[in-house]
């Protein structure tokens, strides 16, 4: 966020699945910007998604285990039931 807060939009696509193993020197690579190790991390683009808002990369890697588990032919079903308000929800 100090990036994108300061006019700099760096990062790069990962998908939620993979988001687990991604550090910030993987976003940061070829922005030609140096990266602190506090720097904190949103998720801004996520279609596909059954939430609104952003959120980050732990709620992104929770949804990426959610879309193997379900499997992309079920992912539409999951999304809706989801958005139905009839879920629950771990934790």
Do not use: K
């Not at 193993?21 to 720097?39: C, F, K, N, Q």
């Not at 683009?45 to 609104?52: A, Q």
Request: proline share 5%; with cysteine.
């Amino acid at each position: 966020m100090p990036c994108y807060n300061s006019g700099y939009l760096v990062g790069q696509w990962v998908d939620c699945t993979d988001v687990e193993h991604t550090t910030l020197a993987d976003l940061h690579v070829g922005s030609g910007r140096a990266y602190a190790a506090w720097e904190e991390v949103w998720v801004l683009d996520h279609e596909y998604i059954p939430v609104d808002g952003e959120f980050g990369p732990l709620e992104a890697a929770q949804w990426g285990q959610c879309f193997e588990e379900a499997s992309p032919e079920r992912w539409p079903a999951v999304c809706a039931w989801v958005r139905s308000g009839m879920h629950v929800a771990q934790g």
